[in-house]
């Protein structure tokens, strides 16, 4: 199975800070990378499909990059509504995987 | 909008078959991969397995001798059986929709249901 870590596992933030969050794989998945964001008691919804491609009507503050076995997800300025926790996925083979979380909390 | 809803027994005794049906509305079955994923505090988000809208499927090997998935395309529905279930098997189960263009990815979910194993 493919490996999915990311890091840090939750981090604090302020409203308006930028933020970043770390996905590697345990070998390359080209660009077959998901990032999904979670609030208590929802579904994850989809953020960003194929490492960089945002997702119709996901804020243009979200944004997704790299390619291989690291990846990152940047949210430019963070918003209220932001406050949640965030999964990457890879799709490169089954069975799909995805990484622990990275829960962003209010500093 | 296509939207997914999750409908089966909250409570499954340990050794029991968990099934869990998923009710597609708003779109046709056709044509597009659907999965059912679970989510445990102890295990994170896991893929249990896919089916395509024609029947073939495919499992996560960790659970593949205990899933079956089936399709009902009459009904726009699909299905989820694990058998010999324990207590590691409560989780949030939830439904998806995979698409395989632009990459694939799971960009339609049900709201999530809880199952709990326990006597």
């Known amino acids: 199975d493919i490996q999915m870590t990311q890091s840090p596992s939750s981090l604090s933030a302020s409203v308006g800070d930028r933020v970043t969050i770390a996905c590697r794989a345990s070998?390359?998945?080209?660009?077959?990378l998901n990032w999904y964001q979670q609030k208590p008691g929802k579904a994850p919804n989809l953020l960003i499909y194929g490492a960089s491609s945002l997702q119709s009507g996901v804020p243009p503050r979200f944004s997704g990059s790299g390619s291989g076995t690291d990846f990152t997800l940047t949210i430019s300025s963070l918003q209220p509504e932001d406050f949640a926790s965030y999964y990457c996925?890879?799709?490169?083979?089954?069975?799909?995987?995805f990484g622990q979380g990275t829960k962003v909390e209010i500093k | 909008q296509v939207q997914l809803q999750e409908s089966g027994p909250g409570l499954v005794k340990p050794s029991e078959t968990l099934s869990l049906t998923c009710t597609v509305s708003g779109g046709s079955i056709s044509n597009y991969f659907w999965s059912w994923i679970r989510q445990s505090p102890g295990k994170g988000l896991e893929w249990i397995g896919y089916?395509?809208?024609?029947?073939?499927?495919n499992s996560n090997p960790s659970l593949k001798s205990r899933v079956s998935i089936s399709v009902d395309t009459s009904k726009n529905q699909f299905s989820l059986r694990l058998s010999s279930v324990t207590a590691a098997d409560t989780a949030v189960y939830y439904c998806?929709?995979?698409?395989?263009?632009?990459?694939?990815?799971?960009?339609?979910w049900g709201q999530g249901t809880l199952v709990t194993v326990s006597s």
């Open positions: 089916i395509y809208y024609s029947g073939s499927t």
């Open positions: 996925q890879q799709n490169y083979d089954t069975p799909w995987t």
């Open positions: 998806a929709r995979y698409t395989p263009m632009t990459l694939g990815n799971f960009d339609f």
């Open positions: 070998q390359s998945i080209t660009s077959n």
